[in-house]
């Protein structure tokens, strides 16, 4: 089917693209079906960056990284199931999906790890009310902040720069919450002018504060926040876009994006980026077609290009990849998926100790299996957390958590 | 040399303003003229909520795009062709619907038909949906002033829905439980009502329903109907009758008036109407008509607007980016004209305008989730949201994008009269732009930006500002606080 459009920036808005529950804090940006926030913690640079890529509307955990010794998995998914002789990496139990290939020198380098059979602890079918408890990862607390919003709280710097938006949209949930964050669709789109205006520009700053100054709603301090961050983030754009060597995907531009506010080196230390399109319910499809393959490809060549890009910054960047759930061990009937519940959680780059993580449960074929969870997600980020940021209080990001690494991380 | 006498623009009262700012997509001067002719506010918006009009001439505009009026199946076909691409159908259609919301006499149906697509989001990216996404909009419009009820039957099994939410071709015995579920905890109980049983029940229910795969033809397959005994959170069928659509209707009603759909559907009303923090107590006053009325959606709108809550929320809603697109062209007056067919009007401002939107981060249609997009403030105040909103207003102030198949009100348009002092002038352009005086801060604000020192500066034809500067004066307005609420 042919899908051009007039102008290829609104070609982009594609399905699936961020799962977003209905009261929501904050605001962002959008890059066709990616999203990509980031929080400049401190106008110095940062010893830790933590990129979290959200894969929305449940990506297949078993797909990914394929348990190929359960015996039950051949059996539930006849028609969607990667066959063991093409797995890479395999250790005896695990392998990963073909599609990942272009990941496999950093598998090989050890940066990368897989940690299997993780999600919530309770399940929640809903994309919303998981997004939302995944991302607020506080149960029971009654907090109205993301993870990552509490973590930047946590962190010494506070720059006057109360948040920084690359684009369109709306914040994430992890994001959201009383300490100021910034989005934007691109790099190059953060400037109070459409142009460059040389001297008009101070007039207009001074007026808009006039008009703005007394105005204590939100969109006063967005506009404030949005004055303050302009000047704050050139560096990122005078760094020069490497997207030639990306997928030509949502996914592949917002990464490019990412690299570039990576190696401005303007202080940001937590990035989110979404890549939709894993509601996968009809069609997944195998290895010579379908949906999977192509999902994969392209998720892997963008993290691989972005790897790449930033490899001046190999020992700052950790990249945590991670899903809202799971989907059901058994195929339906439009050989696609069903919501399910554990899934898997990669992550790559600075500190990570690579190989397989998983407490495995076993697979069962029965109409409503799922994958269960035997590692709680939370102990997987507050291991990233622990190790890479130091002086952030894990009991702070995540409370209530007793905290018990997986391991996954090196001290 | 004293300024020449102009008559200044008429303006509303507050309270009028009020509820013409909060239901419509921006005051403007001949919008002003006509709530006073209907005798205020309160009278306007009664004869805007009469279902049985006439049409409106805005209506003609889907005209400019052609494919707009092909069937289903043509489009389909146009589409395997590469003759027209179903994502270029759906740029149509965007920039329809935001040429309307500029240009449509019924602006309280417009509104309110955004609410019911937003309710029932039907991305236009999702695959496939371009087929029958036109006309899925034209149906909420139908019943966008009329009952909860209507809506809820005519939107849950729409083909559009359908294709959208993986009920188009679907298996009797093992149905895709997409639809069910949204249908449960998006368009009516919402979460908390039901659990994982009722969402296979109602995805049951709603078998039999079909879209051909190849012709796009929609119909009803009592042969693709699960039958037997079901039970949805408080409603059971025996579901006997291999035509199961009473069964769909019985349910949907059922549904549509539940008190906690009731109680879901008035609060979100309140939300885009009200404020970011409605009471209870409305909301429940809000209830109580809509189940009085038999989900009637006009007693429910009259009720909320004659509450205390709602005269006290004035400016209490932000603006969404589409939104702000839309009250910008509807306050700056440009006159659009028909683009060519082809690539050559692919750059004219009417093709332009869901590209404007969409860069600043929505679009009609645009959002990609079922839940629609949040229509609370925060959502849409961030500071990269105000970033691209001061660029559009720049940009349209100026005339310099687009700037193809439009025609933008020059300077001495603007002018009042030959002499004006500087302070007039922005009080007249405050009047014409914002429906309301200007105050002291926008005339402070407007000098630095216009670098006037001396607010009593005469302002002629042939002054600096009016001859090269006078976007800057344009875009201060359009700047305002004001302008990013409703």
Same mark, same amino acid.
């Given at each position: 089917?042919?899908?051009?459009? /007039? /102008?290829?920036?609104?070609?982009?808005?594609?399905?699936?693209?961020?799962?977003?529950?209905?009261?929501?804090?904050?605001?962002?940006?959008?890059?066709?079906?990616? =999203?990509?926030?980031?929080?400049?913690?401190?106008?110095?640079?940062?010893?830790?960056?933590?990129?979290?890529?959200?894969?929305?509307?449940?990506?297949?955990?078993?797909?990914?990284?394929?348990?190929?010794?359960? #015996?039950?998995?051949?059996?539930?998914?006849?028609?969607?199931?990667?066959?063991?002789?093409?797995?890479?990496?395999?250790?005896?139990?695990?392998?990963?999906?073909?599609?990942?290939?272009?990941?496999?020198?950093?598998?090989?380098?050890?940066?990368?790890?897989?940690?299997?059979?993780?999600?919530?602890?309770?399940?929640?079918?809903?994309?919303?009310?998981?997004?939302?408890?995944?991302?607020?990862?506080?149960?029971?607390?009654?907090?109205?902040? *993301?993870?990552?919003?509490?973590?930047?709280?946590?962190? #010494?710097?506070?720059?006057?720069?109360?948040?920084?938006?690359?684009?369109?949209?709306?914040?994430?949930?992890?994001?959201?919450? #009383?300490?100021?964050?910034?989005?934007?669709?691109?790099?190059?789109?953060?400037?109070?002018?459409?142009?460059?205006?040389?001297?008009?520009?101070?007039?207009?700053?001074?007026?808009?504060?006039?008009?703005?100054?007394?105005?204590?709603? =939100?969109?006063?301090?967005?506009?404030?926040?949005?004055?303050?961050?302009?000047?704050?983030?050139?560096?990122?754009?005078?760094?020069?876009?490497?997207?030639?060597?990306?997928?030509?995907?949502?996914?592949?531009?917002?990464?490019?994006?990412?690299?570039?506010?990576?190696?401005?080196?303007?202080?940001?230390?937590?990035?989110?980026?979404?890549?939709?399109?894993?509601?996968?319910?009809?069609?997944?499809?195998?290895?010579?077609?379908?949906?999977?393959?192509?999902?994969?490809?392209?998720?892997?060549?963008?993290?691989?290009?972005?790897?790449?890009?930033?490899?001046?910054?190999?020992?700052?960047?950790?990249?945590?990849?991670?899903?809202?759930?799971?989907?059901?061990?058994?195929?339906?009937?439009?050989?696609?998926?069903?919501?399910?519940? *554990?899934?898997?959680?990669?992550?790559?780059?600075?500190?990570?100790?690579?190989?397989?993580?998983?407490?495995?449960?076993?697979?069962?074929?029965?109409?409503?299996?799922?994958?269960?969870?035997?590692?709680?997600?939370?102990?997987?980020?507050?291991? =990233?957390?622990?190790?890479?940021?130091?002086?952030?209080?894990?009991?702070? =990001?995540?409370?209530?958590?007793?905290?018990?690494?997986?391991?996954?991380?090196? *001290? | 040399?004293?300024?020449?006498?102009?008559?200044?623009?008429?303006?509303?009262?507050?309270?009028?303003?009020?509820?013409?700012?909060?239901?419509?997509?921006?005051?403007?001067?001949?919008?002003?003229?006509?709530?006073?002719?209907?005798?205020?506010?309160?009278?306007?918006?009664?004869?805007?909520?009469?279902?049985?009009?006439?049409?409106?001439?805005?209506?003609?505009?889907?005209?400019?795009?052609?494919?707009?009026?092909?069937?289903?199946?043509? %489009?389909?076909?146009? &589409?395997?062709?590469?003759?027209?691409?179903?994502?270029?159908?759906?740029?149509?259609?965007?920039?329809?619907?935001?040429?309307?919301?500029?240009?449509?006499?019924?602006?309280?149906?417009?509104?309110?038909?955004?609410?019911?697509?937003?309710?029932?989001?039907?991305?236009?990216?999702?695959?496939?949906?371009?087929?029958?996404?036109?006309?899925?909009?034209?149906?909420?419009?139908?019943?966008?002033?009329?009952?909860?009820?209507?809506?809820?039957?005519?939107?849950?099994?729409?083909?559009?829905? %359908?294709?959208?939410?993986?009920?188009?071709?679907?298996?009797?015995?093992?149905?895709?439980?997409?639809?069910?579920?949204?249908?449960?905890?998006?368009?009516?109980?919402?979460?908390?009502?039901?659990?994982?049983?009722?969402?296979?029940?109602?995805?049951?229910?709603?078998?039999?329903?079909?879209?051909?795969?190849?012709?796009?033809?929609?119909?009803?397959?009592?042969?693709?109907?699960?039958?037997?005994?079901?039970?949805?959170?408080?409603?059971?069928?025996?579901?006997?009758?291999?035509?199961?659509?009473?069964?769909?209707?019985?349910?949907?009603?059922?549904?549509?008036?539940?008190?906690?759909?009731?109680?879901?559907?008035?609060?979100?009303?309140?939300?885009?109407?009200?404020?970011?923090?409605?009471?209870?107590?409305?909301?429940? &006053?809000?209830?109580?008509?809509?189940?009085?009325?038999?989900?009637?959606?006009?007693?429910?709108?009259?009720?909320?607007?004659?509450?205390?809550?709602?005269?006290?929320?004035?400016?209490?809603?932000?603006?969404?980016?589409?939104?702000?697109?839309?009250?910008?062209?509807?306050?700056?007056?440009?006159?659009?004209?028909?683009?060519?067919?082809?690539?050559?009007?692919?750059?004219?401002?009417?093709?332009?305008?869901?590209? @404007?939107?969409?860069?600043?981060?929505?679009?009609?249609?645009?959002?990609?989730?079922?839940?629609? @997009?949040?229509?609370?403030?925060?959502?849409?105040?961030?500071?990269?949201?105000?970033?691209?909103?001061?660029?559009?207003?720049?940009?349209?102030?100026?005339?310099?994008?687009? &700037?193809?198949?439009?025609?933008?009100?020059?300077?001495? @348009?603007?002018?009042?009269?030959?002499?004006?002092?500087?302070?007039?002038?922005?009080?007249?352009?405050?009047?014409?732009?914002?429906?309301?005086?200007?105050?002291?801060?926008?005339?402070?604000?407007?000098?630095?930006?216009?670098?006037?020192?001396?607010?009593?500066?005469?302002?002629?034809?042939?002054?600096?500002?009016?001859?090269?500067?006078?976007?800057?004066?344009?875009?201060?307005?359009?700047?305002?606080?004001?302008?990013?609420?409703?």
């Amino acid at each position: 089917m042919s899908d051009q459009t /007039c /102008c290829e920036e609104f070609g982009r808005l594609d399905r699936r693209t961020v799962l977003r529950a209905g009261a929501l804090a904050g605001t962002t940006t959008m890059v066709g079906s990616a =999203v990509v926030t980031t929080r400049p913690a401190s106008a110095a640079s940062a010893d830790s960056v933590l990129v979290v890529l959200s894969l929305r509307g449940a990506a297949d955990g078993l797909s990914l990284v394929v348990p190929y010794a359960d #015996p039950v998995l051949r059996a539930a998914r006849p028609g969607i199931h990667v066959p063991e002789s093409e797995l890479l990496a395999t250790d005896g139990f695990f392998g990963l999906h073909p599609a990942l290939d272009p990941l496999l020198p950093t598998w090989r380098a050890g940066r990368m790890a897989a940690i299997h059979a993780a999600g919530m602890l309770v399940p929640n079918r809903s994309h919303f009310a998981a997004m939302e408890e995944v991302e607020d990862a506080a149960p029971g607390s009654g907090t109205r902040s *993301g993870w990552l919003n509490r973590l930047v709280g946590d962190l #010494p710097g506070g720059s006057p720069l109360q948040g920084f938006s690359l684009g369109e949209g709306v914040l994430p949930i992890s994001l959201g919450g #009383p300490e100021p964050v910034f989005a934007s669709g691109s790099v190059d789109n953060v400037g109070l002018l459409g142009e460059k205006q040389g001297k008009f520009r101070r007039e207009r700053e001074r007026s808009l504060s006039m008009l703005w100054n007394r105005d204590r709603t =939100v969109l006063g301090d967005a506009m404030r926040q949005a004055m303050a961050a302009v000047d704050d983030f050139q560096p990122a754009q005078q760094q020069s876009s490497r997207v030639g060597t990306y997928p030509s995907s949502d996914l592949g531009r917002a990464l490019a994006d990412v690299a570039r506010v990576v190696r401005g080196d303007v202080g940001v230390e937590v990035v989110t980026v979404d890549q939709g399109n894993w509601d996968m319910h009809v069609n997944v499809g195998n290895l010579s077609g379908g949906r999977m393959v192509k999902q994969a490809a392209d998720l892997a060549q963008a993290l691989a290009a972005f790897l790449d890009d930033v490899r001046a910054f190999r020992d700052e960047v950790t990249v945590v990849v991670l899903s809202e759930f799971g989907r059901r061990v058994k195929q339906n009937t439009n050989r696609g998926l069903d919501h399910g519940h *554990g899934s898997v959680m990669l992550v790559l780059g600075a500190g990570v100790r690579g190989g397989y993580y998983a407490s495995w449960p076993g697979l069962e074929n029965t109409e409503d299996a799922d994958l269960a969870v035997t590692t709680d997600y939370r102990q997987v980020l507050a291991e =990233v957390v622990h190790r890479r940021f130091p002086a952030a209080a894990v009991s702070s =990001v995540f409370p209530g958590l007793v905290y018990d690494p997986v391991g996954f991380m090196r *001290g | 040399m004293p300024t020449d006498r102009a008559r200044a623009t008429r303006v509303l009262g507050a309270s009028d303003l009020h509820l013409v700012e909060r239901f419509s997509y921006g005051i403007t001067p001949r919008l002003a003229g006509q709530v006073r002719r209907a005798g205020g506010a309160a009278a306007w918006f009664a004869a805007q909520l009469e279902p049985a009009r006439g049409a409106d001439p805005a209506d003609d505009y889907s005209l400019w795009w052609p494919y707009l009026a092909k069937s289903p199946d043509e %489009l389909w076909e146009a &589409s395997r062709a590469k003759e027209m691409g179903g994502g270029e159908v759906m740029a149509d259609l965007q920039n329809f619907v935001l040429l309307r919301r500029i240009h449509s006499e019924r602006q309280v149906l417009e509104v309110m038909t955004e609410v019911w697509e937003n309710h029932f989001n039907v991305p236009v990216r999702e695959d496939k949906v371009f087929t029958w996404r036109r006309d899925y909009g034209d149906v909420v419009r139908a019943h966008a002033l009329g009952t909860f009820r209507g809506l809820l039957r005519a939107l849950e099994v729409h083909p559009a829905m %359908l294709l959208f939410l993986d009920a188009a071709v679907n298996d009797r015995d093992k149905p895709n439980e997409n639809l069910g579920r949204e249908l449960l905890e998006l368009h009516t109980v919402g979460i908390g009502e039901h659990d994982e049983d009722d969402v296979k029940a109602a995805a049951r229910v709603l078998t039999g329903w079909y879209v051909d795969p190849r012709t796009f033809a929609a119909s009803y397959e009592t042969a693709r109907h699960w039958t037997g005994p079901l039970s949805v959170v408080d409603w059971s069928h025996d579901n006997a009758d291999p035509d199961g659509r009473a069964v769909t209707d019985s349910l949907l009603d059922h549904l549509a008036r539940h008190p906690a759909t009731a109680r879901r559907v008035c609060r979100m009303l309140a939300v885009k109407f009200v404020s970011d923090t409605p009471s209870d107590a409305l909301v429940e &006053s809000l209830a109580a008509v809509y189940l009085a009325e038999d989900t009637a959606i006009v007693p429910v709108l009259q009720h909320l607007v004659a509450s205390d809550e709602f005269a006290a929320a004035r400016g209490a809603k932000v603006r969404d980016p589409a939104a702000d697109l839309v009250a910008t062209y509807r306050a700056v007056r440009p006159r659009f004209s028909r683009p060519p067919s082809g690539t050559s009007g692919r750059r004219h401002a009417a093709n332009m305008l869901n590209y @404007q939107s969409s860069t600043m981060g929505s679009a009609p249609g645009a959002w990609p989730q079922p839940d629609g @997009q949040p229509i609370d403030n925060a959502s849409w105040a961030s500071p990269a949201r105000m970033i691209a909103s001061l660029r559009m207003h720049w940009y349209v102030a100026n005339g310099y994008f687009p &700037s193809k198949g439009i025609r933008y009100r020059t300077p001495q @348009q603007w002018l009042p009269a030959k002499r004006v002092r500087f302070d007039d002038l922005v009080d007249h352009m405050s009047r014409e732009l914002l429906g309301r005086k200007a105050d002291k801060r926008l005339v402070r604000a407007c000098a630095k930006a216009c670098k006037i020192t001396r607010p009593s500066e005469r302002i002629h034809r042939r002054h600096a500002l009016v001859k090269w500067h006078f976007g800057r004066l344009t875009s201060t307005i359009l700047d305002t606080p004001e302008h990013f609420t409703r």
